[in-house]
């Protein structure tokens, strides 16, 4: 996947500025910044659901129905009659699609999906009375179904607890070794170190773009912070598209 | 036996009694899964004003060639997505939300509606438009009636599970596929299509009661949504017979009659229904071990 000279943005007014760069077929990246730095707006770009100012991204292939995308403010009705099993059966769209059948060999999906994020015996329950934690695992059960190559997760450890992300963080390394494409937004530095070899450094524009260790350093973190200036509603149209000498 | 007299021989012994049943039964069976969606979706009320909004569109043809079904649906579907578009072209350009822009129009197309029916037609054609008359159904409107719930069991076969998933979670259905927007389209033309069915038996006044109410019967029954739209069209069956009979031993108008038991089967399930029902919100019994 490739963003050449990505702005993405609301309004007319960016949020994420001039961003370039390339994310290998299987990298394992984490997109950090503070908040307001533009990653959710990133990730909704790439995930097809917000069109670019300007720039392109190019998924170099991929059709949206090979993205998984994981939202941080999850839009559910929680209220709605479903159980846990339908729901993550939904993650099966791609295969089933309008008419195809649930029957055995979604089964043999479902189970397994269920179990490798702990919710065992959760099949019938409503979706409405699972803690937060549960909601964050079975949602993780339904991108695993999703057999996504580009797997897309914003914030996926918030407000979680730390039994509950370090299995969910178990399952990030394993469609990593399934040479997956997985890019995340985090904000728990020591899980980024640990856990992700690349890092995206966002403040409204890219930081830095490299290994983690180069890019998580004090000097950086510091420019993230003052980058993030506020949204100014008489902003001067940019003129950066104008000048042939920044497309690079 | 006057449990047969009462219950099946008014079936028995009038043939507009057996038209009217088959018309009751048609509507159950295509009006109650829709209006499941329509109250999973929050979108009771807008059934309702769209119910308004499609007057004019079946005055129309209700003037072009009287008491026609066909006519009045075709009518009715042309104004019902010419509102529904119209409400939605303005809410999205001027900011207005999307319910007051919708009132504004479903207002001004009952009120065309009326004049319409008022210049046009007696005040007879008035009252049979707003409230409907279950009780002469001939045979073509018969027909139109059982060939639209087919269709909807049918479109609503097609665009089932898009149409769950984007009730669930409207943002997913966006990432894995383009069917949100078609099959929240398809879901609306049945609406209407209900709607004008409903109309003949009910008037445009009541025709989204035997939607509406069966659906809000099935939430205090049912915590599953096959379970729900289950309930849901055995009520609106068992309504539709109990209004019936009910119209037929006490002289009340049919379809208020029909929407009144629906009414009181609601305030019973309120009261006692398995799911939140208030007598069981009252002794819930001793909270359990896990």
């Keep these: 996947m490739r963003l050449r000279d990505v702005t993405l943005g609301y309004d007319r007014h960016p949020a994420v500025h001039h961003l370039s760069g390339e994310i290998a077929p299987g990298a394992l990246l984490a997109v950090v910044g503070p908040n307001g730095a533009g990653k959710s707006t990133l990730f909704r770009g790439i995930a097809g659901i917000l069109k670019p100012l300007a720039g392109s991204i190019e998924t170099g292939g991929l059709d949206i129905r090979d993205i998984a995308y994981l939202p941080q403010t999850v839009d559910i009705d929680r209220s709605f009659p479903i159980s846990v099993y339908d729901f993550v059966g939904t993650g099966l769209w791609r295969k089933v699609g309008f008419f195809g059948g649930m029957g055995k060999g979604a089964r043999d999906k479902i189970a397994p999906a269920l179990a490798a994020v702990g919710l065992n015996g959760f099949e019938n329950r409503a979706i409405g009375t699972l803690s937060g934690g549960q909601m964050q695992r079975m949602l993780f059960a339904r991108v695993l179904l999703q057999d996504a190559r580009l797997i897309v997760l914003d914030e996926p450890f918030n407000a979680i607890d730390a039994k509950t992300s370090a299995d969910l963080v178990a399952l990030v390394r394993r469609w990593h070794a399934e040479k997956r494409t997985v890019m995340a937004a985090l904000h728990d530095m020591d899980l980024v170190r640990a856990n992700f070899p690349e890092t995206l450094l966002l403040a409204r524009g890219p930081v830095a773009w490299g290994l983690t260790a180069d890019v998580l350093n004090a000097e950086n973190l510091a420019e993230a912070r003052r980058m993030c200036e506020a949204f100014d509603d008489a902003a001067a149209a940019c003129v950066v598209d104008d000048l042939p000498s920044r497309a690079a | ?290």
């Excluded at chain 2, 001939?138 to 479109?155: F, G, P, W, Y």
């Excluded at chain 2, 609503?156 to 149409?163: K, W």
């Excluded at chain 2, 729900?228 to 068992?238: K, N, P, Q, R």
């Design chain 2, 1 to 290: 036996m006057p449990i047969y007299d009462a219950l099946i021989a008014p079936f028995t012994e009038f043939e507009f009694m057996r038209r009217a049943l088959a018309a009751v039964i048609a509507l159950a069976l295509g009006g109650a899964p829709i209006g499941v969606f329509l109250m999973l979706r929050r979108m009771s009320l807008v059934g309702d004003a769209m119910a308004h909004a499609i007057l004019p569109g079946a005055a129309i043809g209700f003037m072009v060639s009287g008491l026609n079904l066909f006519a009045m649906t075709t009518g009715g579907l042309i104004a019902g997505f010419t509102v529904a578009i119209l409400a939605g072209v303005v809410a999205r350009s001027t900011g207005l939300k999307e319910d007051a822009s919708l009132a504004t129009f479903y207002l001004a197309s009952l009120a065309l509606g009326v004049t319409i029916v008022s210049v046009k037609g007696t005040n007879i054609d008035l009252l049979h438009v707003l409230f409907g008359n279950i009780l002469a159904m001939d045979d073509a409107t018969l027909l139109v009636i059982a060939a639209n719930a087919t269709v909807t069991l049918l479109v609503l076969a097609v665009i089932y599970r898009p149409l769950v998933i984007e009730s669930v979670d409207p943002v997913f259905l966006r990432t894995v596929s383009r069917a949100g927007a078609p099959s929240h389209l398809a879901f609306l033309a049945l609406v209407v299509l209900n709607l004008v069915n409903g109309f003949q038996a009910l008037g445009t006044l009541l025709a989204v009661g035997l939607m509406v109410l069966p659906a809000g019967i099935a939430r205090f029954w049912s915590r599953d949504i096959t379970g729900m739209i289950c309930i849901a069209v055995v009520s609106a069956l068992v309504s539709g017979y109990a209004g019936l009979v009910l119209s037929y031993q006490t002289r009340v108008p049919s379809g208020p009659a029909i929407i009144l038991v629906c009414a009181a089967l609601y305030a019973g399930s309120v009261l006692f229904g398995s799911v939140g029902g208030l007598v069981r919100q009252m002794f819930p019994g001793r909270h359990l071990e896990a």
